[in-house]
């Protein structure tokens, strides 16, 4: 029997927000790179020099810079998100005109998780902001686009509010959700086509396929996002660190101008850490998401 709905959101969001909480110990540094890249992306040879540089200039915990939005901005994605995602799938169901019991098929699913990244992009937008401009902090301050002491996660709050109003963590949203409704699409599509090939592979039901198969399928998710949406990713964190200095032009404008001035690689910048990043991170939040799942629905089957 299946459970109620309220109770099958509570299950989703709750299993999201412990693969949110996986996600970002398992891959912070690597996204401290990305974000540092993208933004500044003439400081840096490569992902090693970018690596060693940020371990130089203030030790291990400037691969953790951000860590704490990075949490409460992955939680709050995924747990909306894989809510959203299991309503979508019922919405996306009775669009095609299956009924309750018929299972989607994975391009199904893909289009319920990209439906579903519209509502969980509102919440994700205001902690990535602020992730992303404690993360490229370090630079403004090398070269003086903010002055120094505004490396704290309450500092960088403050003047958002100060400067922008609450509205102000809303900067780069559009580009978000046009990162997003794609990017969501693959991701999940990627997943659940792994899945299905390793099922078939192996003669199993998709829910029992072992923890090595569900990690990869993570991570192939993961890339499949990636490689499909790091430009637009590239043009939102330029953004929203970029408009701690003042009002930020639009995506188009931003996309043109990194274009015409720093050519097209400039907007892959930082992809070498996200590619690396993405397998343990989403291997990660796959894992812990199905795990705590299963857990939980047979609590409330039992």
Not at 263 to 279: C, D, E, H, N
Request: charged share 15%; proline share 4%.
């Amino acid at each position: 029997m299946a459970p109620h709905p309220v109770v099958q959101a509570i299950i989703d969001l709750s299993a999201g927000a412990l693969g949110g909480t996986a996600c970002v110990f398992s891959g912070q540094p690597f996204d401290t790179a990305k974000v540092k890249m993208q933004t500044f992306p003439t400081m840096y040879r490569g992902f090693l020099h970018c690596f060693v540089s940020i371990y130089r200039q203030v030790g291990l915990r400037g691969l953790y810079q951000g860590t704490t939005p990075a949490l409460l901005a992955n939680i709050a994605e995924n747990s909306v998100l894989f809510m959203s995602y299991g309503f979508c799938q019922s919405v996306v169901g009775r669009v095609c005109g299956l009924g309750g019991e018929a299972a989607l098929s994975d391009v199904q699913k893909a289009c319920a998780g990209s439906l579903a990244s519209i509502f969980s992009s509102m919440v994700l937008c205001p902690t990535e902001l602020v992730k992303c401009r404690l993360q490229a902090m370090h630079e403004m301050e090398a070269t003086g686009k903010v002055a120094k002491g505004q490396n704290t996660m309450w500092s960088v709050v403050r003047t958002v509010i100060r400067n922008n109003g609450p509205l102000g963590f809303y900067q780069g949203l559009t580009t978000t959700i046009v990162r997003e409704v794609p990017g969501y699409f693959c991701f999940f599509g990627g997943y659940e086509l792994s899945r299905t090939t390793f099922a078939r592979s192996m003669g199993r039901d998709k829910e029992d396929i072992g923890v090595v198969p569900i990690m990869f399928s993570g991570g192939f998710g993961g890339a499949c996002l990636w490689l499909v949406v790091y430009p637009i990713d590239c043009v939102k964190s330029r953004i929203q660190v970029h408009s701690l200095t003042g009002r930020q032009q639009g995506f188009l404008k931003t996309f043109m101008g990194i274009v015409r001035t720093e050519g097209f690689a400039a907007l892959y910048s930082g992809l070498t850490p996200t590619m690396i990043r993405t397998f343990p991170a989403n291997g990660a939040l796959f894992l812990a998401y199905e795990l705590s799942r299963k857990l939980m629905m047979q609590q409330f089957d039992s």
